[in-house]
C-alpha cells in the first residue's frame, strides 16, 4: 500500500545542492508533515506515495530556499532615500537622522513586512536580520509563514529602541525568551552593529551572552577604508585583530561583507572557523569595494549572500547577488572557472544556513530536511535555450522567474502569487511611511 504524505512536488529539473554539482532530471520531492521524505524519480514517487496534493512543475527547475544572510529588513521603507552617497556620509548624514525620527514598532513591522513579502516572490525563504524592535521584525515574518534569524541588535549609543549596551541586550534577550520554541521558523543571533560602534566592554558582554545562549554573532566587519583606519587611530589595530585580541572570533561569528583584508586577516578567519555575508551589490552600490570571495572559499571559509537592506542596494534579491558575486569573482581574479554556478548557488542557500547553524534544517534537498523550497519556471523565450539548468539559474534567471515558494512545505507563493497578503496591501503600506517619512510637497 502506498504511504500517505501531504505533498509530492515533480520537476523537471532539481538541483539538491547536496550532493555537490548535481542535477536530477525526471524525479519528485515527497513531503510529509513540513519535511523532505524522499527525493526520487517520477515513477517511483507514485508507486510509494499516495499524497493529498501533486504538484508537477514540468517546466522548472526546483532548488532549497534562497537564504539571505544578511538584510535590516526594516529599512525598506527608506529604499531609495538617499542614494549615490558613501557609506559612512550616507549613514550618519541621511538614514541615522531618518531612524531617529521614525523607526519604532509600527515601522519595523510594516517595513519587515513588505520585506518578506518581497524576499518571498524572489524564492528567499529565510533571512538574517539587523535592526531595533526585534518582536515587531518577528511578527511581521510570522504573518506570511517565513523563516528568520531575528538579530539582537545592539550599539554603544541610544536609539529611539533602546538607551546604553545593557539596555539593547535586556531587551533582545527578553524577546528571545518571549517567543523562543514559538515558532519552530524563529532563531536568533546577537547583532554588534560594527566594531567602530561597539566598546571592547560591549562586546565582552556580547560574547558571554553568546556562548551562554548558544546564538551566532552577527556583525559588519571590515566594510570600508576608513573602519579600518579609524580603528588604527583608536585601538592600534586593525578591527579583525582587534576582535581575535577579544576572542570574539570563532565559528560562531558572521562577517559581514568583508572587503578590505589582507591573507594574513583570511587565514585568521579561516583558522578560527568564521563565516562571511557577502553583499556584492551594496558593497558596489556605496563604493565600498570589492570582497575577495575567491581567496576566501579557497581557504575553506564558509561564504553565505546577503542583499543588505534595501536603502543600499536597492532590492532584497539572492539571484541576482547569485549572478553578481560569480561574476565579480571571476572579474577580480581574472580567472573565469572561480565561483561557478553550483558554487553561487550553494553560497545562496547552504553557505547562508551553515553560518546560521541551520545547515541540518534547511539549505539543500535532503532526506529529513525542512521542505524549504523555490520553483523557478524556465520555458520562457529569455532564458531559452537552457544546456544547463544550474548555469541558467545563476546567470539568466530573475526573480521574476519563481513561481512557487514552500517554506517548512507549506506553500507561500503559488503560481507567482504571494500567499498572505494583497498587492494593493503591500503599495499602501509603502505609500503610507513614504508620505511619513518624505511627504509629497516637499
Known sequence: MPTPIDLIIEAKWIIPVEPANIVLEGHAVAIDKGRIVAILQ???????YSAKEVRKLNDHVLIPGLVNLHTHAAMTLLRGLSDDIPLMDWLQDHIWPAEAKHVSPE?????????????????ITCFNDMYFFPQAASKAAQSLGMRASIGLIAFDFPTAYAADIDDYLDKGLAVRDALRGSNPLLSFCLAPHAPYTVSDRSFAKVLTLAEQ?????????????DEINSSLKQHGVRPIERLHRLGMLGPGLIGV???????????????????????????????????????????????????????????????QEMRTASLLAKGSSGRANVIGAHHALRM?????????GL????GSIRTGKSADLCAIKVNDSLLAPCYDPASLLAYSAGREHVSDVWVAGSARVCDGKLLGASEIELINFAALWQNLIRPRNT
Not at 545562496?348 to 546560521?356: I, P
Open 42 to 48: 517520477q515513477s517511483e514517487g507514485n508507486i510509494r
Open 107 to 123: 515601522f519595523v513591522h510594516d517595513g519587515t513586512f513588505l520585506a518578506c513579502a518581497e524576499m518571498l516572490r524572489g524564492g
Open 359 to 362: 545547515e541540518q534544517e534547511i
Open 213 to 225: 545562549c548558544d546564538i551566532p554573532i552577527h556583525l559588519h566587519l571590515h566594510e570600508t577604508l
Open 348 to 356: 545562496a542557500t547552504l553557505g547562508g544556513a551553515r553560518a546560521l
Open 257 to 319: 561583507h568583508a572587503v578590505h583584508l589582507n591573507a594574513g586577516e583570511m587565514e585568521l578567519l579561516a583558522k578560527q572557523g568564521c563565516s562571511i555575508a557577502h553583499c556584492p551589490s551594496s558593497n558596489l552600490k556605496l563604493a565600498s569595494g570589492i570582497s575577495p570571495i575567491t581567496q576566501l572559499t579557497e581557504l575553506g571559509i564558509n561564504v553565505g549572500l546577503g542583499t543588505d537592506g534595501a536603502a543600499s542596494n536597492n532590492r532584497l534579491d539572492i539571484l
